[in-house]
């Protein structure tokens, strides 16, 4: 019995001595009392920065954050950030309730776009629970939710909007972020109700944006400064970037999420420099979709404009072209329809959707009341007493769809909402190996006969590669009637609403990936249908005319005259109740493919359709002789000249000649012209260039000139020109308290 207990007590030895060795055993595997309170909150650019919020208690220090991308299950290519600690004591101040410690931030930079990661937070022997967020790609979704007041030892209320949240998030096949209006907190100023946030399934899988509410603001005893409100609380459990405006760098703020601008807003504050900080950053934003966030509600229950959001905030909406404006705190849901300057518009590019959420804790819901203010603006409005639920929003590249979702998983409202721009120069792609220019010509309009409201732009389809977006607008007025990408494999698209029977001079501008962009200008005249015209072609040919036919179906209060054209020029006008006509042969150039023309010309005398085809035409009349003209003499003093003469037959041959000389060092000749330059024999030749055997010769001969006898042959030298010419983990050894539980085991059972 002793010897097996010997034995026992040996391996058990053996055995934890292993596993502290080799197993990286951490006997503080739970270290949710030590590494507190972790958010994961945007960069600037959430594309390629996400930063990270976390608590540790005042003693401690040398915290930081391990991350990797999520596939690297092994955490081999992880890499390690120190983080920022600060002393904040926050919680400690009036009418707060917590304890003092150290708030920690990290940073992490240069992630990739569209990437998925997971990271850890470690502080000495201990390490947090993985958590995750993605980072920013050009189209993305994100879950919009609101006022859950996170309260009760019993979590029921942050409950109730986790299993919402997460109904949503299954129905939309998942979401990148989850952005809140605020009252997350039942009374900001109490640490542990923002502990507790921090435990929800969401929180720990996804970047979260955040809002101060007026209950994120307030402590357990009111919302006044003088009962201890703040945004102290809020600042202290977010790490978000620091580009507000003075004193409110963690609280007002922006991020870029793929290509999207968000601006987040206090409500708690009513300030110039809060108005002019926000004008700021949408005036200099570059993105493709702008929308602001705040908490107290952009319109009322009832309909009204709410002062603190619709009132305080249209004019800049309106003016650089927000998308949409986010709100909470009624707890009503309600969605305006696109507006600009308070009312309905035409003008896509200028409108504004303004929302309002609901409630989404489950015991907060208001009662749904009647629309009384601006019915013609509120597209839908929804409330229950227990309302539950939150809503997705789907960016995309053509619009945005918004969903509002119950916990039981049931749509309450869906909208889409047009994109105003294309895709900012924020995002490019390489196109080194694309020769842009050769596309250029294939970019135009064209008639869309079917549906005279949706004409075509038409392109190249290797385009789809290289263009980024188009732009289609009248120069004029600046209406825009296209603004968004091509379409892949198809070589044009329909743009609807178009004006009918407007002459419009259009400015297009083709955006590429690499930003470059080709702008040119085009009339264009959508006209009314004219009715049908094709197959055009040759009927028949007799000795002297060419007889042309085709099906017509025109329609007189549109089409005035068709006219007949080789090579360009009109040769014949034609009614266009006609669908023959003749055209002598005589018009046509012999001996080469000429292009014949069916011209419509339209009642303003614009072309609408041409329809084309070739005619080689053959038969012509041909040389079957040349002869050069005899000449007086055979022989010429150098630098002399003569003009030969050719003699055709027949005369009225239309072939084309050619002069050749034998030796164009001793002679030369152009168009029968010969010049003689040294001594010696040539022979000059003129044939013809359809049958070079057709041709006529003379021998010609070039001699010294004969000087008179008291001419000295020698000549007079000329003068010379001159000139100058590129974690380690600590390992737990615990061998003497197992030695010492080792002796005193034996002490006691072996004798």
Same mark, same amino acid.
């Given at each position: 019995?002793?010897?097996?207990?010997?034995?026992?007590?040996?391996?058990?030895?053996?055995?934890?001595?292993?596993?502290?060795?080799?197993?990286?055993?951490?006997?503080?595997?739970?270290?949710?009392?030590?590494?507190?309170?972790?958010?994961?909150?945007?960069?600037?650019?959430?594309?390629?920065?996400?930063?990270?919020?976390?608590?540790?208690? $005042?003693?401690?220090?040398?915290?930081? *954050?391990?991350?990797?991308?999520?596939d690297d299950s092994d955490w081999i290519n992880s890499t390690k950030v120190m983080a920022e600690e600060i002393e904040n004591n926050?919680?400690?101040?009036?009418?707060?309730?917590?304890?003092?410690?150290?708030?920690?931030?990290?940073?992490?930079?240069?992630?990739?776009?569209?990437?998925?990661?997971?990271?850890?937070?470690?502080?000495?022997?201990?390490?947090?629970?993985?958590?995750?967020?993605?980072?920013?790609?050009?189209?993305?979704?994100?879950?919009?939710?609101?006022?859950?007041?996170?309260?009760?030892?019993? +979590?029921?209320?942050?409950?109730?909007?986790?299993?919402?949240?997460?109904?949503?998030?299954?129905?939309?096949?998942? *979401?990148?972020?989850?952005?809140?209006? +605020?009252?997350?907190?039942?009374?900001?100023?109490?640490?542990?109700?923002?502990?507790?946030?921090?435990?929800?399934?969401?929180?720990?899988?996804?970047?979260?944006?955040?809002?101060?509410?007026?209950h994120d603001w307030m402590t357990s005893k009111g919302t006044t400064v003088a009962l201890g409100a703040s945004h102290v609380f809020? @600042?202290?459990?977010?790490?978000?970037?620091?580009?507000?405006?003075?004193?409110?760098?963690?609280?007002?703020?922006?991020?870029?999420?793929?290509?999207?601008?968000?601006?987040?807003?206090?409500?708690?504050?009513?300030?110039?420099?809060?108005?002019?900080?926000?004008?700021?950053?949408?005036?200099?934003?570059?993105?493709?979709?702008?929308?602001?966030?705040?908490?107290?509600?952009?319109?009322?229950?009832?309909?009204?404009?709410?002062?603190?959001?619709?009132?305080?905030?249209?004019?800049?909406?309106?003016?650089?072209? *927000?998308?949409?404006?986010?709100?909470?705190?009624?707890?009503?849901?309600?969605?305006?329809?696109?507006?600009?300057?308070?009312?309905?518009?035409?003008?896509?590019?200028?409108?504004?959707?303004?929302?309002?959420?609901?409630?989404?804790?489950?015991?907060?819901?208001?009662?749904?009341?009647?629309?009384?203010?601006?019915?013609?603006?509120?597209?839908? #409005?929804?409330?229950?007493?227990?309302?539950?639920?939150?809503?997705?929003?789907?960016?995309?590249?053509?619009?945005?769809?918004?969903?509002?979702?119950?916990?039981?998983?049931?749509?309450?409202?869906?909208?889409?909402?047009?994109?105003?721009?294309?895709? #900012?120069?924020?995002?490019?792609?390489?196109?080194?190996?694309?020769?842009?220019?050769? $596309?250029?010509?294939?970019? &135009?309009?064209?008639?869309? @006969?079917?549906?005279?409201?949706?004409?075509?732009?038409?392109?190249? &389809?290797?385009?789809?590669?290289?263009?980024?977006?188009?732009?289609?607008?009248?120069?004029?007025?600046?209406?825009?009637?296209?603004?968004?990408?091509?379409?892949?494999?198809? +070589?044009?698209?329909?743009?609807?609403?178009?004006?009918?029977?407007?002459?419009?001079?259009?400015?297009?501008?083709?955006?590429?990936?690499?930003?470059?962009?080709?702008?040119?200008?085009?009339?264009?005249?959508?006209?009314?249908?004219?009715?049908?015209?094709?197959?055009?072609?040759?009927?028949?040919?007799?000795?002297?005319?060419?007889?042309?036919?085709?099906?017509?179906?025109?329609?007189?209060?549109?089409?005035?005259?068709?006219?007949?054209?080789?090579?360009? &020029?009109?040769?014949?006008?034609?009614?266009?109740?006609?669908?023959?006509?003749?055209?002598?042969?005589?018009?046509?150039?012999?001996?080469?493919?000429?292009?014949?023309?069916?011209?419509?010309?339209?009642?303003?005398?614009?072309?609408?359709?041409?329809?084309?085809?070739?005619?080689?035409?053959?038969?012509?009349?041909?040389?079957?002789?040349?002869?050069?003209?005899?000449? #007086?003499?055979?022989?010429?003093?150098?630098?002399?000249?003569?003009?030969?003469?050719?003699?055709?037959?027949?005369?009225?041959?239309?072939?084309?000649?050619?002069?050749?000389?034998?030796?164009?060092?001793?002679?030369?000749?152009?168009?029968?012209?010969?010049?003689?330059?040294?001594?010696?024999?040539?022979?000059?030749? *003129?044939?013809?260039?359809?049958?070079?055997?057709?041709?006529?010769?003379?021998?010609?001969?070039?001699?010294?000139?004969?000087?008179?006898?008291?001419?000295?042959?020698?000549?007079?030298?000329?003068?010379?020109?001159?000139?100058?010419? #590129?974690?380690?983990?600590?390992?737990?050894?615990?061998?003497?308290s197992l030695l010492g539980l080792v002796i005193v085991l034996k002490k006691r059972f072996v004798k």
């Amino acid at each position: 019995m002793k010897s097996i207990i010997k034995k026992i007590l040996l391996l058990s030895v053996i055995s934890i001595f292993v596993l502290a060795i080799f197993g990286n055993v951490n006997v503080n595997a739970d270290a949710s009392d030590v590494i507190r309170t972790i958010f994961t909150n945007p960069g600037e650019n959430s594309n390629s920065e996400i930063r990270i919020n976390y608590h540790i208690d $005042l003693e401690k220090s040398g915290s930081y *954050v391990i991350y990797t991308e999520k596939d690297d299950s092994d955490w081999i290519n992880s890499t390690k950030v120190m983080a920022e600690e600060i002393e904040n004591n926050a919680f400690a101040q009036l009418n707060g309730s917590g304890e003092k410690f150290k708030q920690c931030g990290a940073v992490l930079s240069n992630l990739k776009p569209g990437t998925n990661y997971m990271y850890k937070v470690c502080l000495d022997n201990y390490e947090s629970t993985v958590h995750y967020f993605k980072t920013g790609e050009q189209y993305f979704s994100f879950l919009w939710t609101s006022d859950f007041h996170t309260y009760y030892d019993n +979590g029921s209320r942050l409950k109730n909007a986790t299993a919402t949240i997460e109904e949503a998030i299954k129905m939309n096949g998942g *979401v990148d972020f989850v952005l809140s209006t +605020g009252d997350t907190i039942a009374h900001g100023g109490t640490y542990k109700w923002w502990n507790q946030l921090s435990t929800a399934s969401w929180i720990n899988n996804y970047m979260f944006a955040d809002t101060l509410g007026n209950h994120d603001w307030m402590t357990s005893k009111g919302t006044t400064v003088a009962l201890g409100a703040s945004h102290v609380f809020f @600042g202290a459990n977010h790490n978000n970037p620091k580009n507000g405006y003075e004193s409110q760098e963690n609280i007002c703020y922006y991020f870029y999420y793929g290509d999207a601008i968000f601006i987040c807003l206090n409500t708690e504050e009513f300030t110039d420099a809060q108005y002019n900080w926000c004008e700021e950053v949408l005036k200099n934003s570059e993105a493709q979709y702008k929308f602001i966030f705040q908490h107290y509600q952009m319109f009322n229950k009832s309909g009204s404009f709410n002062s603190t959001g619709y009132t305080r905030w249209h004019k800049l909406c309106d003016k650089y072209d *927000v998308d949409i404006a986010f709100s909470g705190n009624s707890h009503v849901y309600l969605r305006s329809k696109s507006i600009y300057q308070g009312k309905l518009s035409n003008d896509k590019s200028k409108e504004t959707v303004y929302m309002v959420a609901p409630s989404s804790d489950g015991e907060r819901g208001e009662a749904l009341v009647p629309i009384t203010s601006n019915s013609e603006l509120v597209a839908k #409005s929804w409330a229950d007493k227990n309302s539950v639920a939150t809503s997705v929003v789907n960016v995309r590249e053509n619009n945005i769809t918004i969903k509002l979702i119950n916990k039981g998983g049931e749509i309450l409202d869906t909208v889409t909402i047009p994109a105003k721009r294309g895709t #900012s120069n924020r995002i490019t792609k390489d196109i080194s190996g694309i020769d842009k220019k050769s $596309l250029e010509p294939s970019f &135009k309009m064209s008639i869309n @006969g079917a549906d005279l409201t949706k004409p075509y732009f038409n392109y190249a &389809k290797e385009a789809f590669v290289a263009v980024k977006k188009v732009s289609i607008k009248d120069k004029n007025d600046g209406n825009v009637y296209y603004l968004g990408p091509l379409e892949e494999g198809r +070589g044009k698209f329909k743009l609807d609403n178009f004006p009918v029977n407007k002459l419009l001079n259009l400015e297009i501008e083709v955006t590429y990936w690499d930003n470059e962009v080709y702008k040119f200008e085009q009339e264009f005249l959508n006209r009314k249908s004219f009715g049908t015209i094709d197959s055009f072609k040759i009927d028949s040919v007799t000795d002297n005319d060419l007889i042309l036919s085709w099906n017509a179906s025109l329609k007189a209060e549109e089409v005035k005259e068709l006219n007949i054209l080789i090579n360009g &020029k009109v040769v014949k006008t034609i009614a266009i109740n006609e669908k023959k006509a003749t055209i002598s042969l005589t018009d046509l150039e012999a001996g080469k493919d000429n292009e014949i023309s069916l011209m419509l010309i339209d009642t303003e005398n614009n072309e609408i359709v041409t329809l084309k085809l070739n005619y080689l035409y053959k038969d012509k009349i041909v040389l079957s002789d040349l002869t050069i003209k005899n000449v #007086s003499k055979d022989s010429f003093d150098i630098g002399d000249t003569i003009q030969l003469e050719v003699i055709k037959n027949p005369l009225e041959a239309s072939d084309e000649i050619e002069w050749i000389s034998s030796d164009e060092s001793i002679a030369t000749v152009n168009n029968g012209l010969v010049k003689f330059i040294k001594e010696g024999k040539v022979t000059i030749t *003129v044939r013809s260039k359809l049958d070079n055997s057709i041709k006529g010769t003379i021998e010609l001969e070039a001699v010294k000139k004969e000087l008179p006898p008291d001419v000295d042959p020698t000549p007079t030298p000329e003068p010379k020109p001159s000139g100058c010419n #590129s974690g380690s983990f600590q390992f737990v050894w615990y061998t003497l308290s197992l030695l010492g539980l080792v002796i005193v085991l034996k002490k006691r059972f072996v004798k």
